[in-house]
């Protein structure tokens, strides 16, 4: 084995990829607000109760969706790259293994939680259960970050 010479990781090294993937998710999100902004949206669901549903919608929220979809998927491409390329490093040092778990672990929370996203977007269903669905899916992905 050959000794590698030490290599200093400077914060603007780590600053530009956070900064290039912020300001995209901001572009993103600003042309969707200014070409076709939320609008609330009410649907009834039994005429004879008035129960309804309601919802903000847009035209093309499944465009500007599946954008910051691919957005993020690249971040966790290039997240997984970077871990696997340090996987060698001293385990004292690294937390390549930590961040593939996470990985992993979300991969399954979303092959889980999607199907059931969908079955519960149905009109029949609850908006409660819409609603905590909804909820706990984007709590499951946030807390595995962090534990």
Known sequence: LQARPRQKILIRHVLWPYLILSISAIIILSVWTTTDPLKWDRVIVD???DESFGRCKSHQDITFFLCLVALMAISTILTAFMAWKTKDIDSSFSES?????TIVLQLQVLIVGIPILVILQNEVASSDATYIGEVLLIWTISVSTIV
């Open 47 to 49: 005429n004879f109760t």
């Open 97 to 101: 293994n930590w961040i593939f778990y």
